[in-house]
T-cell receptor, first 115, second 114 residues
């Protein structure tokens, strides 16, 4: 069965500092991996996705993520955080094929940005 | 990618009553998904709704409690029946994203049961 672990429940960074949010997955084959962001009172927005190929993927809002098969990780990064990045971030694995159904989500990491 | 309109955005309901949440998509989609996000928790899939067939429920969720309708390829409803305070959650409608990968989500319905 597929699973996702986000080890950090809450992270605080200063505005302008770099950010890395950790995600580890468990899946028997090459997974489809996703990062979503949920701003307060909102639904989830897809930041970026990985299927295959280049292990460094670029997303919206200046985010990137790197797939490392050897570490079963898909960490999210941003070189300089803005106050508007304060939100909840979810890593997810699946669906396993286009239009194939459900994803499994991690428990989320809450990002606080200090002025 | 698709645009999803979900309503109501929030509601406060009395225990024992029911609430129907509507989800409208601006394009035709095969599958629509209903998720629950309990306070401080991640997302849990309630069911997958295909047009023209009964919804497929995940373990722990039953049709009597969460009846779903899917009358056409752009619309679905989720009813939370006989509510209790434990049903207080955010309910999210979603569809597969661009190319069929990932999801596009509605803005959610924040339900409080008192």
């Amino acid at each position: 069965a597929q699973s996702v672990t986000q080890p950090d429940i809450h992270i605080t960074v200063s505005e302008g500092a770099s950010l890395e949010l950790r995600c580890n997955y468990s899946y028997g084959a090459t997974p489809y991996l996703f990062w979503y962001v949920q701003s307060p009172g909102q639904g989830l927005q897809l930041l970026l996705k990985y299927f295959s190929g280049d292990t460094l993927v670029q997303g919206i809002k200046g985010f990137e993520a790197e797939f490392k098969r050897s570490q079963s990780s898909f960490n999210l990064r941003k070189p300089s955080v803005h106050w508007s990045d304060a939100a909840e971030y979810f890593c997810a694995v699946g669906p396993l094929a286009p239009n194939a159904g459900k994803s499994t989500f991690g428990d989320g990491t809450t990002l606080t940005v200090k002025p | 990618s698709a645009v999803i309109s979900q309503k109501p955005s929030r509601d406060i309901c009395q225990r024992g009553t029911s609430l129907t949440i509507q989800c409208q998509v601006d394009s035709q989609v095969t599958m629509m998904f209903w998720y629950r996000q309990q306070p401080g928790q991640s997302l849990t899939l309630i069911a997958t709704a295909n047009q023209g067939s009964e919804a497929t429920y995940e373990s722990g969720f039953v049709i009597d409690k969460f009846p779903i309708s899917r009358p056409n390829l752009t619309f679905s409803t989720l009813t939370v029946s006989n509510m209790s305070p434990e049903d207080s959650s955010i309910y999210l409608c979603s569809v597969n994203g661009q190319g069929g990968y990932g999801y596009t989500f509605g803005s959610g319905t924040r339900l409080t049961v008192v």
